[in-house]
């Protein structure tokens, strides 16, 4: 079962999962996994390489759909729906869960286009609200000051930290609640990197955050809650203080200490 | 270097340059005996005596008429069949089948396409030996190429940009419309052309489906016969009474053909590059 011992008696949960597995064809990747995510708190996944930290992120919003020959077993709820449930609108579901990847990956258009690439695709045609929405999200994602004259400009042309926050602002745009990162800072260097950590902080007031990472010292400083992942199972979850500084299980001892991972 | 090394640097150097040698003498061949031919009269007039005097504007005006109805058929349905292949397709055994397929069309001789062409639009759809019928062959030809060049320049465009679509909410439609598409247009429009070009210089197909021997008017509609450059040079070179005292006209006829083969694929690399430059990643 769930514990919910660990958080504050008047926290409220986002996203529930119960038992949840999934599979790459034969291969099972996630074995029964129960976690809450608590709202408007930043939960952290760490673990070793292939512990199953991204597949559990990528169900959250269904991503895991595309790969061929997927399955996924147990129960997500999201704000109390069953995402995996028949009839499930995946694109409500979507513009409800953004998602932030390890590798920037802005298209090749406008830095406007880009932000308002979602707005656009949900039916946003109004020019002045287009603007506002992009101006809005860039300002979230903390780089609108960088990028406010040169809007038309190729979004290619930015670097690697500020093309990130533009993902970040492309997500944002589309007005989720929920916001997923998968490494989002793993292939930036450490000034960019401290941005990022930076944003996080401040868009925790609005947005409940999960964020994979393999960078422990990121988990400590960013994070609220950390679940431990190794080998597809979800080892421990508590808040971050007390991970960091007294684990429960010696898996999780051993990952954080460096004797292995 | 060792020696070895050295010896097949250069034998693989002669082997290309002998290449370029080849094309280089044919292209060389074509202008210097060609050029002479090329005026205005021989781009803008009718023929005349069989082709052995006059110009060759309907031979001109036949291809020009092919090559667009030939994009147009094959242009959609070639990039659509590549849209399925790269983008819905699963790993199966029935789509497995689909690429053996078009592999082997791509292989299949192309007076075969012409027969084809004469059983199923010619006479099997009625409609003639005709401007319809003939693209509708010639599209047959080049799906092959056109559906691998674009299926190769779909899975070209990044991951990135199809997972980016799909977390921000767009359909798997959205995604390959907006985010997919506008990146691999430039590939699928280049490898288009270049299949195009080379339908424009087939005979064999057009020979039973479309070309006629010597008409010298305009088509009315695409259910007309029509004279077309790669069998008007055909005809007079080999099948012409006068065959060796026009070769000005033979030459002239390959010259203008090569320049409209040479223009499409100019084209072609004009809109690659324009392409390129609006799209960087």
Redesign the interface.
Known sequence: MVEQSIYPQDQKMVITTDQVSFFYGLTQALFGISLLIPAQQVTALIGPSGCGKSTFLRCL?R?ND?I?HSRVEGEILINLKDIYAPGTDV??L??EV??V?Q?S????KSIFDNVA??PR??GEKNPKRLAEIVEQSLQQAAIWDEVKDRLQA?A?GLSGGQQQRL?IA??LA?GPKILLMDEPASALDPKATMRIEDLIGELRTNYTIVIVTHNMQQAARVSDYTAFFYEGRLIECDATTRIFTNPRQKQTEDYITGRFG | MKITDKFILLFLRLITYAIVLVIGYILFDIIRNGASALNWQFVSNFPRRSGAAGGILPAIVGTLYLVVGTIAVSLPLGIGGAIYLAEYADQGRFNTLIRLAIVTLAGVPSIVFGLFGLGIFVLFCGFGPSILAGSLTLACMILPTIIVASEESLRAVPKGFRDASLALGATKWEMIRTNILPYSMSGMITGSILGIGRAAGETAPILLTVAAFYLPRLPKSVFDQVMALPYHLYILATQHPEAERIRHMQYGTALILLLLVLGLSLGAILIRTHFRKKFRW
């Open positions: 919003n991503m595309t061929p694109v409500e979507r513009k953004g998602m990847f590798k990956n802005p298209f090749p690439y979602g695709i949900h190729n290619m993902c492309r997500a589309v």
